[in-house]
């Protein structure tokens, strides 16, 4: 599937503005991992855009959310590697109950949780100066991520995964602040 596909696929369902934001942030950010870590960009952020493929048709019945996105997947013939990399997000969820028991496992799924997960508290950030994101400074992300009260619902730990594929927070919030940079107009950002 090319991207464009992916896209249309996306615009096809029932999809709220953040909901495409959230997508293409977590894309922007994953293809940034993966050159940092050597790794195939175009396949990390095909993994990145279709991570919650499923969220609109599961928003209102999150048990099924990452079940769905297998079906769907599978259907447009992508692999079962990349099917569990894109499930691997909902692993230990109590909402979701067939996943629980699972435990993400190699780099890939580390950089995907902590990279959907530190897209809340950038675009959180951003609207706090204003929509700004062009001088988003890494330091004054982490002063925020150390703030247990803002952006409350992005769970720190998740985000930390990314420790356990190899990079250190300090780099991660910079690749990440810079990834979002790229793709500022798309959503909404100055």
């Not at 990834?179 to 959503?187: L, R, V």
Request: charged fraction near 35%.
């Amino acid at each position: 599937m090319t991207r464009e596909e992916a896209l249309e696929l996306l615009r096809g369902m029932d999809q709220q503005e953040s909901d495409m934001n959230h997508y293409l942030e977590t894309e922007a950010i994953m293809r940034a991992l993966a050159k940092r870590f050597g790794e195939d960009a175009e396949y990390w952020g095909m993994v990145g855009l279709l991570h919650d493929v499923d969220w609109a048709l599961t928003r209102n019945d999150v048990k099924e959310h990452c079940t769905r996105a297998a079906e769907i997947l599978k259907d447009k013939g992508f692999d079962d590697r990349f099917i569990r990399t894109v499930q691997s997000h909902g692993y230990g969820y109590e909402q979701i109950p067939s996943l629980i028991d699972k435990k993400r496992e190699g780099k890939i799924e580390h950089a995907l949780i902590a990279a959907e997960t530190v897209t809340g508290i950038i675009y959180a950030y951003a609207l706090l100066r204003g929509r700004r994101i062009s001088d988003m400074e890494a330091k004054g992300l982490k002063k925020r991520f150390k703030e247990r009260s803002f952006a409350a619902n992005c769970n720190r730990e998740l985000i930390r995964e990314i420790e356990k594929a190899g990079l250190n927070l300090d780099e991660f919030f910079e690749i990440s602040v810079n990834a979002m940079k790229g793709i500022k107009e798309e959503i909404g950002l100055e």
